[in-house]
């Protein structure tokens, strides 16, 4: 069975028996109030409103990046923390100098000067106040530009450093750390204010997130580096962001805290969390080192682009992709995943293929507008992971079900939970409209190498490494479910439009397809009835 590991449930093959991971109250806080602040005056320039966003393409074309000053593109991955450009030795022409030593002056400055206004940090160590709720509340266009050696320092006392919802804020050349954001909320705009930038920044060392998401927003050559819980956190109340990007970054070393220890089953952990997020592109980026897994897109994001990535060395899944649809993920070299977590599952004889790839009740579906209407995964380079890619669906965890961890929520084609619901779930269209469905899954022309010595797989456990699996479990709940016994395990094998096809395998590469106990080679992986992986080879 699937332990409550990364927010997903435990539904044991054959038996009702049941644990929810309870992700949704981690991944989906409550609406935060608005940000306390040491002066009960709102700042009457903030914009409640955000601006249209336009809905991303149905073509396979990026999502357009705004040329940024200092800012390399396009590269390959590699390091960004400790390398970032002196792009502002001086203060732009018309820029407001804020000055280190003198406690609060950014948002002072803030407060009395006009929407887009420049301001421009001299070097040194730059602190907002002693009381917990000192923060900068940008207006909307502001930008805040940072001299090689200026640090915002929250000092352990502040929460948040920007806050509010305004708009196309800037932020850049600085260093943010040592803030106390509570769990699920971040300290670089705390409010999810729509179109930031941020370019050539390191977020550090802060609790909580280094920072929220809005739609539109851009971060660009910027570390996020040893965040208590997540280096981004992108969620938004009203689930409207669109059309963010990170490109040309470094995020390592998150989830310093080790949530899911603290809060076993939580879902709240890792390098970025996405939450019903509609067009993401994740970029030339090196995702690294992080405690849990490197993206992890929970609930209803679709159309996503993860391309021309370093993943590796995550202490779970390189990509965890959960109740969400359409993305294209090419190019990528995805070494050294998920061993932490896969030895943990083999130890105590678990089955469950724990992958550097993980799609959970996730698939391409054209009904749901995106750049492509697949999971497609090509041209990808798989080294020594625990596992390669494991597509599975839950056959008892559909929109209406306790089972459903995200439970205020369904799918993207029937978004009325009460409609999930007998008699007429039991017929289509509800039957098909009410699942998440793990299909369409198409991945090809990828190179998976495999050595149990380089992974640290022996022994006993060797049976739970090295696999590629396609697979659900055996349908028991709840009792008025109509997806019983082995009707999704059918589906997601045989009908679903999932395949293999021309990869290239060396090591000993095992597939578990069906349900956990099967473990194929790939002679029997080849052949009927699964037919998977034509043109491939294997050495």
């Not at 990364?6 to 109250?25: D, F, N, S, Y």
């Not at 160590?125 to 001299?147: E, R, V, W």
């Amino acid at each position: 069975m699937r332990p409550a590991h990364a927010g997903i449930q435990v539904i044991a093959v054959a038996v009702a028996a049941l644990a929810l991971a309870g992700c949704e109250p981690s991944a989906n806080p409550a609406p935060p109030s608005p940000t306390p602040t040491a002066s009960p005056t709102a700042d009457p320039s903030s914009s409640e409103t955000a601006p249209p966003v336009v809905p991303p393409t149905t073509t396979s074309a990026s999502i357009t990046l705004v040329p940024q000053p200092g800012v390399p593109s396009g590269g390959s991955p590699g390091q960004v923390c400790d390398k970032q450009p002196a792009t502002y030795p001086t203060a732009p022409a018309g820029a407001v100098i804020v000055e280190p030593g003198v406690a609060g002056d950014a948002d002072r400055k803030t407060r009395s000067s006009n929407p887009g206004t420049t301001f421009w940090f001299k070097p040194g160590t730059h602190t907002l106040g002693a009381d917990q709720y000192s923060q900068i509340q940008p207006k909307d266009g502001n930008s805040y530009l940072g001299a090689p050696g200026a640090i915002i320092d929250g000092k352990g006392v502040n929460a948040f450093a920007f806050t509010q919802h305004a708009t196309n804020v800037t932020i850049s050349n600085l260093v943010i750390q040592n803030f106390e954001a509570p769990l699920d909320q971040g300290v670089v705009n705390h409010d999810s204010g729509d179109n930031w930038t941020i370019r050539n920044s390191t977020i550090q060392n802060n609790a909580g997130a280094g920072m929220m998401a809005g739609a539109g927003q851009q971060v660009l050559h910027t570390c996020l580096r040893d965040n208590g819980q997540y280096g981004m956190n992108a969620y938004k109340a009203g689930d409207s962001i669109r059309g963010i990007v990170i490109a040309d970054s470094e995020i390592v070393g998150n989830n310093t805290e080790d949530w899911e220890s603290k809060k076993p089953g939580c879902g709240c952990s890792g390098g970025v969390k996405f939450w019903a997020v509609n067009g993401a592109d994740i970029r030339s980026t090196w995702v690294h080192d992080n405690r849990g897994a490197g993206l992890w897109a929970d609930t209803n994001n679709n159309d996503f682009l993860i391309e021309n990535n370093l993943i590796e060395n995550n202490d779970s899944e390189a990509v965890f992709y959960e109740t969400s649809y359409n993305m294209i993920m090419r190019d990528n070299v995805i070494r050294k995943n998920a061993l932490r977590s896969g030895k943990a599952f083999a130890d105590r004889g678990d089955g469950f293929p724990e992958a550097a790839i993980y799609l959970s009740e996730s698939g391409g579906d054209p009904a749901v507008p995106a750049r492509t209407s697949k999971i497609d995964i090509y041209g990808n380079t798989f080294d020594n992971n625990w596992s390669g890619i494991t597509a599975w669906e839950n056959a008892d965890r559909f929109c209406n079900s306790p089972a459903n961890s995200s439970s205020s929520y369904c799918t993207k084609k029937q978004p009325t939970i009460a409609k999930c619901s007998q008699p007429g779930i039991a017929s289509a269209p509800l039957y098909h409209d009410c699942r998440w469905k793990t299909q369409r899954v198409d991945v090809h022309d990828n190179t998976f190498r495999f050595d149990p010595a380089a992974v640290g797989c022996s022994g006993g456990n060797l049976r739970f490494c090295g696999r590629n699996a396609l697979l659900s479990n055996y349908g028991t709940y709840p009792n008025w479910t109509p997806y019983t016994k082995n009707a999704v395990q059918e589906a997601i094998t045989f009908k679903q439009e999932n395949r293999w096809s021309n990869n290239t395998y060396s090591g000993p590469w095992k597939f578990t397809p069906f349900e956990f106990s099967r473990f194929l080679t790939p002679g029997e992986w080849q052949g009927a009835p699964y037919n998977q992986d034509a043109g491939s080879r294997f050495s």
